[in-house]
């Protein structure tokens, strides 16, 4: 049973431009929301966090909003750059830490 | 954030035989886990490594396929036991420290099955 969603396998975005990641939970449990990166070969590298107390948080270039009554939450990357091609995570977890993962979505961005 | 090392980074195996993977963390970590990311899957929980104790394992994940130890609060190994192509995957090893610290992984162990 997947708990944690990202619709869309991958997505292209030109150097400069705004890319947006998605992601959905279904456990009303989950209080804490991760975003990793992912180059080939390897492991995942932390991103940006945000507490289910919070809507949004910032760090430069990354945003990562939060809506719990939707149970969505997106990763706004401003502006891409060609270092930004990775796969990205989605992860939540309850007060356990133990972390569910999303499938991933691959970004490309093109010069 | 700690550097975490993993042992092998990766291997061939033959089915029937174990494989032992290491991490090892340059400082002491409230927590470690072990997860498993099949091929073109996401990543999976296998189970909480505690220290000095036997580990917490996730459903469909056994300690006779994969016993794990931590004996202290820097190092954990994880075995995988009686392997078959199915075990095919990459392991990785992921820490916590304290609070409201994220969790960070090392590069993982590619294991490939005969």
């Known amino acids: 049973d997947q708990q944690v969603k990202q619709n869309s396998p991958s997505l292209s975005v030109q150097e400069g431009r705004i890319s947006i990641l998605n992601c959905d939970y279904t456990?009303?449990?989950?209080?804490?929301f991760l975003w990793y990166k992912k180059y080939p070969a390897e492991g995942p590298t932390f991103l940006i966090s945000?507490?289910?107390?919070?809507d949004k948080n910032e760090d430069g270039r990354f945003t990562v909003f939060l809506n719990k009554s939707a149970k969505h939450l997106s990763l706004h990357i401003v502006p891409s750059q060609p270092g930004d091609s990775a796969v990205y995570f989605c992860?939540?977890?309850?007060?356990?830490?133990?972390?569910?993962f999303g499938a991933g979505t691959t970004v490309t961005v093109r010069a | 954030s700690a550097v975490i090392s993993q042992k092998p980074s990766r291997d061939i195996c033959q089915r029937g035989t174990s494989l032992t993977i290491q991490c090892q963390v340059d400082?002491?970590?409230?927590?470690m886990f072990w997860y498993r990311q099949q091929p073109g899957q996401s990543l999976t929980l296998i189970a909480t490594?505690?220290?000095?104790?036997?580990?917490?394992?996730e459903s469909g994940f056994v300690i006779d396929k994969f016993p794990i130890s931590r004996p202290n609060l820097t190092f954990s190994t994880l075995t995988v036991s009686n392997m078959s192509p199915e075990d095919s995957s990459i392991y990785l090893c992921?820490?916590?420290?304290?609070?409201?610290?994220?969790?960070?992984f090392g590069d993982g162990t590619r294991l490939s099955i005969l």
């Open positions: 490594a505690n220290q000095g104790s036997e580990a917490t394992y």
């Open positions: 400082s002491q970590v409230t927590m």
């Open positions: 945000i507490s289910s107390i919070k």
């Open positions: 992860a939540a977890s309850a007060n356990d830490y133990k972390l569910s």
């Open positions: 456990n009303s449990m989950f209080d804490y």
């Open positions: 992921s820490v916590k420290a304290g609070g409201n610290q994220p969790q960070h």
